[in-house]
């Protein structure tokens, strides 16, 4: 599911993400300790990700009208060799939350990365082997947020096949570290293409 800053903007943190069941559930207080936890001269990064394949365009960063509800009836995309590389696009964010001195208000920046699932083929092999693990491991709770019925198995098969070069073999993938469900490990490849 995507979000537009005029649909967020000035809303309280559930608010904000109320559509994330996930956050709902299982993050709230530990999110609300966190800002109490938070001191001016020490700022708090994280990441997130997902996968598209409904864009309007290459690399847009806007959610045009309507968008929301195209993606939430959005079905699914198919395996289509190389083809799937240019059609699945790979976005990440860094996000960047920092409590302002005086007032106590908390700022949230995000600096957004995206582009096509094919770039991983010109990355260190380790980062399509974490992003096919964040895949695998997303909790329950946030595979409908992502949308990922409508492009998992396309993006792991072509991640395996096309960039790694694996067949459908029983390949064992050696455990990487993950933060927060994954997000934080697969921010290190858009950080290559800032």
Known sequence: M????????????????????????????????????MSPD?????????L???????????????????????????????????????????QTLRKLAKSGAIVFSIRTYQFYLEDF?????NEAECLIKAIETVHPDFIPYKAMPCWKDASLKYLRENV?????????????????GGSIAVLGVALLVG
């Open 2 to 37: 995507r979000w537009a800053l005029q649909q967020k903007f000035n809303l309280p943190m559930m608010g904000i993400h109320k559509p994330v069941a996930g956050f709902i559930n299982h993050l709230v207080p530990k999110v609300y300790d966190l800002f109490k936890a």
């Open 42 to 50: 020490a700022p708090v990064y994280r990441g997130n990700w997902a």
């Open 52 to 94: 598209f394949h409904d864009l309007d365009g290459a690399l847009d960063l806007y959610t045009p009208s309507g968008h929301v509800e195209r993606n939430e009836k959005a079905k699914e995309y198919a395996y289509q060799g190389e083809k799937t590389g240019r059609d699945l696009m790979f976005r990440a964010e860094y």
């Open 121 to 125: 083929k010109t990355y260190p092999r």
């Open 164 to 180: 790694l070069g694996l067949g459908r073999s029983g390949t064992k993938w050696k455990d990487i570290a993950l933060f927060f």
